[in-house]
């Protein structure tokens, strides 16, 4: 691995603000190690679900490729599922992508676009069915706080995105290093990738 990897933060209208901005604050404690853009369809400030605008600073066309590219969810991935433009951006900068991870319903974004054929994800235990609904190519994990299928790291609901960040920085820099962010964040992360009292509470298993 190089020193510094670059990481592709994708934004559309509508995404969730935990799914962005929890794994980049893990990431961005460690600027030695990593460089973050905000990437959109268009360049310019993206609205949230929350409302709180985002400025992506560069656009698909751009077609700057990412060593991990990062696809969070929101309600606006209802939206966006029908969006061959973005579906078709992530399949190719997927391939390009050392890692690609996804936070919440992202996953059903990589599943449209045939990202997640033949592996094993997860996904918003509260949207489950509507993301598992995007593809049958996929082994759907109902209990799992994230998955990690080769180089492909999928996670449940919101605040899990932060516990996949810490696993993914765990499997580049080493344990210590993912245990130190998490100090710094002062952050407690549940290691266990099975530890996941949502999928009960939401009738999944």
Known sequence: MPDKLSIGAVIFDGFELLDVFGPLEMFGLLPEHFSITMVA???????????????????????????????????????EIDNDTLLSWLVKKSKEAKFTCSVCTGSALLAKGGVLDGYRATSNKGAFNWATSQSNHVTWVKEARWVEDRNVFTS????????????????????????????????????????????RIRGLV
């Open 41 to 79: 369809q268009e360049a310019g400030p993206v609205y949230s679900g929350q409302g709180p605008q985002s400025i992506a600073t560069e656009s698909f066309s751009d077609d700057t490729s990412f060593d991990l590219l990062l696809v969070p969810g929101g309600i606006g991935t209802r939206k």
């Open 156 to 199: 449940s609901g919101v605040s899990a995105g932060i516990d996949m960040s810490l696993a993914v920085i765990k499997k580049i820099l080493g344990e210590e290093k993912a245990k130190q962010v998490a100090l710094w964040a002062e952050y407690e992360w549940h290691q266990d990738p099975e530890w996941d009292p949502f999928a």
